[in-house]
Each structure stands twice: as C-alpha cells, then as structure tokens.
C-alpha cells in the first residue's frame, strides 16, 4: 500500500501523532520509550506504523530505526533493519567541553552494558561525572554553569535526564539508551583523541565549538 492510501485511513487523532511523532524526531532525533509516558506513546505509535513513517521520512533523505530491545526510535544514517554500527544522523555543533562530556556518559553508559549489569534505569551522579572528566584533566576546569549548559543540550536531544537540582548531594543523571547510538566505538576514539588533543592545544581553552 503507498503512503497517501496508508495515511488516509489514519483517524483524525492519529493523524496528529504521526505529525506530533515526525516533528519529534526531525527536532531531537530520538524518541525514548521508557522516558516518560507521552515518549512511550509516541514510540508504540511509531513502531505500529513504522513502513508508513519510513516512507514518508525516506522522502526527505532520512532513514527510520525502531530498536525494540532498547526501546529506542531514531533517525538514521543508511538503510536496512540492523542497527549494529547504525548511530543517529542528525549533527550538532558542540562546544569543546559538552564534547568532551558527551564522551564522558557514552563511556559510562558502554561500560555499564558491558558489565552486563544494564538496567533499565541507568542514573550517574555528578561526582561520578567529575571523575571521569579527571581523565581528561578537566575536573577543576568546568564549572557548575558550564555543565548546566551541557546537560540542558543533552536532555533537548534525548540523551539524559537530569532528576533533582544541578547542584543538590541528591541529584542524579539518567542516561537514556539512546546514548547507546549517539556515537559508536570507532567515532568514540577518534572524538575522544581529537577533542582532547584540541583542549591541550589550545591550554583548556573550552569556549570553540566543534561537531
């Protein structure tokens, strides 16, 4: 069946979501089931209509990736049903450190899936976060606005979501298994080694952005 005679017999409610769940998307790349209940609503909605949404996103240049065991909806880059090697197509100009962060929870998130104990809840503190930043000899270079600013881009695009007060003993980070496709292990180490290699060059300067 085309998409026009798959779209027609939507209902008028449903004609909406495929709208609500194309803009999400198209916006933050990533649709999280187990985010909240209106993520998980959109995500069910797409994994019923995925051939009409592939479609249709398919005419804009984009690919549609459902993974069921992560219960993660994603623009992607190439084509196919395998996610294995697939990461998000959508680029973002990143300023040095939200670089340099972003590698910090995808390690954290890989490291705890290979551990095999990857719950459905994956939650960082902030002390853990400044500890893996110790790697990069950042620990007492990013302050508390920087990493505000950090994690207000990462919640935007569906990677975390920040639980409690920045700032409070109590608040934690939840890394989302979208992170899981944000980058894959060969990205990792060229982002890693490029961003940290900038970040000596230029001293610790972290104001430049970077893709």
Not at 7 to 17: A, G, H, Q, R, V
């Amino acid at each position: 069946m085309e998409f026009n005679e798959e779209y027609d017999l939507l209902t008028s409610s449903d004609k909406d979501t495929f709208a609500r769940a194309c803009r999400r998307l198209l916006k933050q790349t990533f649709v999280v089931r187990d985010k909240n209940e209106d993520s998980r609503k959109l995500y069910f909605f797409i994994k019923r209509n995925k051939d009409m949404m592939k479609s249709y996103l398919e005419y804009m240049g984009f690919d549609l990736v459902v993974n069921q065991d992560t219960g993660v909806a994603m623009l992607a880059n190439g084509s196919g049903e395998s996610t294995e090697g697939r990461i998000s197509v959508n680029r973002l100009q990143l300023k040095k450190i939200e670089s340099i962060i972003l590698c910090c929870f995808w390690t954290l998130y890989i490291d705890r899936m290979k551990s095999g104990t990857l719950m459905k809840n994956v939650n960082v503190s902030v002390a853990q976060l400044r500890f893996e930043l110790e790697k990069y000899g950042l620990r007492d270079k990013v302050d508390k606005t920087a990493l505000e600013n950090a994690l207000r881009v990462f919640s935007a695009y569906q990677l975390i979501e920040v639980n409690g007060n920045f700032g409070d003993e109590d608040c934690m980070i939840r890394l989302l298994p979208s992170m899981e496709f944000c980058l894959d292990t060969e990205s990792f180490r060229r982002f890693a080694a490029a961003a940290a290699n900038r970040m000596m060059d230029t001293g610790g300067d972290i104001e430049e952005d970077e893709e």
